[in-house]
C-alpha cells in the first residue's frame, strides 16, 4: 500500500531534550516536505527536500533540522525543543517537483514539550 | 499571506449538495486549483484539481470560470462523514511553495 509513516505518532518531551520524528515514503517521490498544524491555523510549511541531500527551509525554520540521505527517508530533528515547538506535525511527499502535483501526507505526530 | 480566500466555516445537513466557493483574484496563468480534505488529527487528502470549466471525480466536482478569479467545490448527497476541514490552495505548474490557508471547517447535521 502506497503510504506515509511517520513515528512516533505521540510523544511527550521536556525542554531542551533532543528528538527526532522519522517519516518514510514507499512510493519512490523525489519531493519531500515537513508542516506543523496549529489551532486555528493552516499548515505551516518547516523544511523541503527537492530530492536526495537537497535541503531547504520551509516557512517556519528555525528550531527545527532535516537530513535527506535517502530518498525514502526524510527525518525532522528538534535538537533543543522548546514548548513552543508543541504542535500537530505532518510529513508528506509527492512526484516530481511541481506543486500542483498531489501531496501524501502521513498520518501525523501529535508533540508536547513541557 | 494565502493566494485564496474562503469562509472560515459552513454548515450543512445529510443528503444535500454542499458548494464551497474559494476566492483567488490573482492567481497566476500557470495555477491550478487544487482542493485537499482534512479530518480531525488527520492529513490532509487530496481530493480534486482543475485548471479552468468544470471537473468530476468520484467524489466531488470542481467549477472554475473562465476567468478565474474564483472556483467552486461541489460535494454532492453529504453524509456525516464529509464533516472535515476543506483547503482550497492555487499549485502552479513549477516547483513553488503551496501557502495552505485555514480552510473551511464544514460540519453536517443529521
Known amino acids: 500500500e502506497a503510504q506515509v509513516t511517520q513515528n512516533p505518532r505521540y510523544l511527550i518531551t521536556v525542554t531542551g531534550k533532543k528528538l527526532t520524528v522519522t517519516c518514510s515514503q514507499n512510493m519512490n517521490h523525489e519531493y519531500m516536505s515537513w508542516y506543523r498544524q496549529d489551532p486555528g491555523l493552516g499548515l505551516r510549511q518547516i523544511y523541503y527536500s527537492m530530492n536526495v541531500e537537497v535541503t531547504d527551509k520551509g516557512d517556519v525554520p528555525e528550531g527545527y533540522k532535516v537530513s535527506r540521505k535517502e530518498k525514502r527517508n526524510f527525518p525532522l530533528i528538534l535538537e533543543s525543543p522548546s514548548p513552543n515547538q508543541t504542535s500537530l506535525y505532518f510529513c508528506?511527499?509527492?512526484?516530481?517537483?511541481?506543486?500542483?502535483?498531489?501531496?501524501?501526507f502521513g498520518p501525523g505526530t501529535r508533540l508536547t514539550v513541557l | 499571506l494565502a493566494k485564496t480566500t474562503q469562509p472560515i466555516s459552513m454548515d450543512s445537513y445529510e443528503g444535500q449538495e454542499v458548494n464551497i466557493t474559494c476566492s483567488h483574484n490573482?492567481?497566476?496563468?500557470?495555477?491550478?486549483i487544487t482542493w485537499y480534505q482534512q479530518f480531525p488529527s488527520q492529513g490532509p487528502r487530496f481530493i480534486i484539481q482543475?485548471?479552468?470549466?468544470?471537473v468530476t471525480n468520484e467524489v466531488a466536482s470542481l467549477f472554475i470560470p473562465a476567468d478565474r478569479k474564483s472556483s467552486t467545490l461541489s460535494l454532492p448527497r453529504v453524509s456525516l462523514s464529509d464533516t472535515a476541514v476543506y483547503y482550497c490552495l492555487a499549485s502552479p505548474d513549477s516547483n513553488y511553495q503551496l501557502i495552505w490557508g485555514a480552510g473551511t471547517k464544514l460540519i453536517i447535521k443529521p
Open positions: 490573482n492567481i497566476a496563468t500557470n495555477d491550478y
Open positions: 508528506a511527499s509527492r512526484s516530481g517537483t511541481s506543486s500542483y502535483n498531489e501531496q501524501f
Open positions: 482543475g485548471y479552468k470549466t468544470k
